[in-house]
């Protein structure tokens, strides 16, 4: 049996993690240099389950880009930070106003931050791996 195996497959989790930061981190610099600033205002709460069996609300809001309206949720719940009617940055591309972020640092750079912290961790249980159990992958 090919004793390889499990270094290849650590080395293609790094790889994807750090191709999803990557593009996580290109697409909200492409939108804060590119893209359109509108104004969208909370509409509506959503509420989600999280990991933990708790219900957080998610604020909704509704921006307008040439008389059509879009709404986006927000992927950082924020029971505290918004409140109904209030107002936020919202970039969109130029050209496709459904792609578009709310303008926070951690609605812009959380994901990608996550993506680096995984791999950062991928990297920290191989050590930990071969410190102590001798294992080489």
């Given at each position: 049996?090919?004793?390889?195996?499990?270094?290849?497959?650590?080395?293609?989790?790094?790889?994807?993690?750090?191709?999803?930061?990557?593009?996580?981190?290109?697409?909200?610099?492409?939108?804060?240099?590119?893209?359109?600033?509108?104004?969208g205002k909370v509409i509506r709460f959503e509420s989600?389950?999280?990991?933990?069996?708790?219900?957080?609300?998610?604020?909704?809001?509704?921006?307008?880009?040439?008389?059509?309206?879009?709404?986006?949720?927000?992927?950082?719940?924020?029971?505290?930070?918004?409140?109904?009617?209030?107002?936020?940055?919202?970039?969109?591309?130029?050209?496709?106003?459904?792609?578009?972020?709310?303008?926070?640092?951690?609605?812009?750079?959380?994901?990608?931050?996550?993506?680096?912290?995984?791999?950062?961790?991928?990297?920290?249980?191989?050590?930990?791996?071969?410190?102590?159990?001798?294992?080489?992958?």
């Amino acid at each position: 049996m090919n004793q390889k195996w499990p270094s290849y497959l650590f080395y293609v989790l790094v790889i994807c993690f750090v191709l999803l930061s990557i593009r996580e981190s290109i697409s909200s610099f492409w939108l804060l240099i590119e893209g359109n600033r509108i104004t969208g205002k909370v509409i509506r709460f959503e509420s989600d389950t999280n990991n933990r069996k708790k219900t957080v609300k998610r604020p909704v809001f509704e921006y307008k880009v040439n008389g059509n309206t879009y709404t986006i949720k927000a992927d950082i719940s924020s029971d505290l930070q918004y409140d109904m009617n209030d107002t936020e940055t919202i970039l969109t591309s130029p050209s496709n106003a459904d792609f578009a972020k709310i303008s926070s640092f951690l609605e812009l750079w959380l994901s990608s931050l996550l993506y680096v912290f995984a791999v950062i961790a991928f990297f920290a249980f191989r050590f930990a791996l071969r410190m102590v159990f001798h294992l080489k992958i």
